[in-house]
């Protein structure tokens, strides 16, 4: 292929991945249509249309075209260049999707959507009766499955089956490397969540308890969201059951949350996180400087890991929202829109900063607070790595998952629904999954210790309402680069180190001491 030709087959490639890449954002569109104001008469014909659209981007993304195209431009002098620039991590990455993308048969793909569906059905039944026995057979076929998929996905600088896996999620990681960072991070965690309950009193929450209306509420989540630099001309902010934050297209990002009248806080950090996802993808180069979608559907224009989205999600939520300083800024703004009933009830932004910065114990994981979440997912992560290789039979998970509560947490569990059948994860075919959102912290912590590091005033500028600094610090750091590099490459090129459970430790001893009024 002469250099001539391959320029064009990259131009070519340029216009496939956005025309796949529109087609997704049509998908992503409608899914999250039928997550917010669907009517349910729509709900059959729905799953037609997500179904039609998955099968059209599914063949694009496998197709002999794509694989030509990408073979044509791949180590093309005037292609690559040095091959340090977009162009050289575009064909990079896409050379890693498809090698992907085309090693999965069609029968497994099908079989496992098969599986799944059922066996999302029978985890929602075996939950309700908090009854293990009825789940069993159907975690045993999942992970039957996941064996398989993990051995047509295994390449060789993979060291077991788990990895496989957690690369569709994180993408280059590995399990040893993951156990690396997790263990001393679980062992020195489970010694500190210890310390903090032998103190007894933890702070003061009544404050979190006030009853505020849902419309304040949203109020309230709105002026925050435009305090963050979330830019609401390229985005909205509605209701769902489960929140989650959607980057479809290029200048729409779609975020929603949830409203208790008895617990404002859920609603705002969950607000705060999902704007942290959602301002990275603002924030990835989706578009020119002329608001050109020329770059959509490459992947130095894509997220780079869940991780890394995650990291961006806690950045916001627990650095920023968790701040004492924070709260000097966010209280009186509150109050303006829950007409003063935080203040009537004494909160000071000394009594929210305490008050948000409870470590305490719980069997629930998506109830725990900042200082214990971890162990959960730790706890996750080592019980689905011993099942996929073997080393723990679906059988015995109860007990294996009971014995490491007592361990890490000192809780006793009291039934598998509130134990092993609490999350939908693995009945969705979710295996190297977990580890994402720990490693999401991990990072967000280290991000944010260098962050902190360049802009030695950061944390005050939040009492002042300045969160400018940071998003540009993000901007400039992580969102703009794409999938330009991996995670941990990234994590090295920000801030100079290789991902360490340091920082996190640090971070909750900083909040959650004072809280315990522990020096
Ligand atoms: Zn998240």
Avoid at 157 to 174: T, V
Avoid at 192 to 218: C, D, K, N, W
Avoid at 288 to 297: C, E, P
Wanted: charge should be neutral; glycine fraction near 10%.
């Amino acid at each position: 292929m002469t250099t001539a030709l391959a320029a064009r087959a990259y131009v070519e490639l340029g216009d496939y991945l956005r025309e796949t890449a529109t087609l997704g954002s049509v998908a992503g569109l409608a899914s999250w249509d039928q997550e917010t104001y669907m009517p349910s008469g729509a709900a059959s014909f729905r799953a037609e249309q997500l179904a039609l659209l998955a099968k059209l981007t599914h063949e694009r993304s496998t197709s002999a075209r794509l694989g030509e195209l990408i073979a044509a431009c791949e180590g093309d002098r005037e292609v690559v260049g040095d091959g340090t620039g977009v162009e050289a991590a575009n064909l990079r990455e896409l050379r890693r999707d498809y090698e992907r993308a085309v090693r999965l048969p069609a029968s497994l793909v099908a079989e496992e959507a098969r599986v799944t569906s059922q066996a999302q059905e029978a985890w929602k039944r075996a939950k309700e009766r908090s009854d293990f026995a009825m789940f069993r057979p159907w975690l045993e076929k999942v992970m039957g499955l996941m064996r398989q998929k993990a051995d047509c996905l295994m390449t060789s600088g993979m060291g077991e089956r788990y990895d496989a896996l957690l690369d569709l999620y994180e993408p280059g990681a590995k399990s040893a490397e993951i156990a690396r960072v997790f263990g001393p991070l679980r062992d020195r965690l489970s010694g500190f969540i210890r310390e903090v309950a032998a103190r007894g009193r933890g702070p003061e929450t009544g404050v979190l308890s006030v009853r505020v209306p849902e419309v304040q509420q949203h109020e309230l989540g709105m002026k925050v969201l435009g305090a963050l630099g979330f830019d609401l001309g390229a985005g909205r902010l509605d209701t769902t059951a489960h929140p989650f934050c959607t980057g479809f297209a290029p200048g729409d990002t779609r975020l929603t949350t949830r409203y208790r009248d008895d617990r404002f806080i859920d609603a705002l950090y969950g607000t705060m996180h999902e704007c942290g996802h959602g301002l990275y993808e603002q924030g990835l180069p989706k578009m020119d400087a002329a608001g050109v979608a020329a770059r959509f559907g490459q992947p130095v224009s894509e997220a780079v890991s869940l991780g890394i989205h995650e990291s961006q999600s806690r950045m916001w939520e627990n650095f920023v929202g968790r701040s004492p300083r924070f709260w000097a800024w966010a209280l009186p703004v509150a109050d303006g829109c829950f007409g003063g009933a935080l203040s009537r009830a004494g909160a000071t932004a000394e009594v929210m900063g305490r008050a948000v910065n409870t470590c305490t114990p719980s069997l629930i994981r998506v109830e725990a607070d900042e200082g214990t979440y971890n162990l959960h997912v730790m706890i996750r992560f080592e019980l689905e790595r011993a099942l996929l290789r073997g080393e723990l039979a679906e059988r015995d998970l109860p007990g294996a998952w009971n014995a490491k509560y007592k361990e890490f947490l000192g809780l006793e569990v009291p039934d598998d629904r509130r134990g092993c059948l609490q999350d939908v994860h693995w009945a969705f075919g979710l295996v190297g999954y977990f580890p994402t959102y720990t490693l999401g912290n991990l990072y967000s912590a280290q991000f944010w210790e260098k962050a902190v590091s360049e802009m030695p005033g950061l944390e005050e500028g939040f009492a002042r309402g300045e969160f400018g600094p940071l998003l540009s610090w993000l901007r400039r750091n992580i969102h703009g680069h794409g999938r330009r590099y991996g995670a941990s490459e990234l994590c090295e090129r920000v801030t100079g180190q290789k991902l360490s459970a340091e920082p996190l430790l640090r971070h909750l001893e900083r909040r959650i001491k004072p809280a315990y009024g522990m020096a």
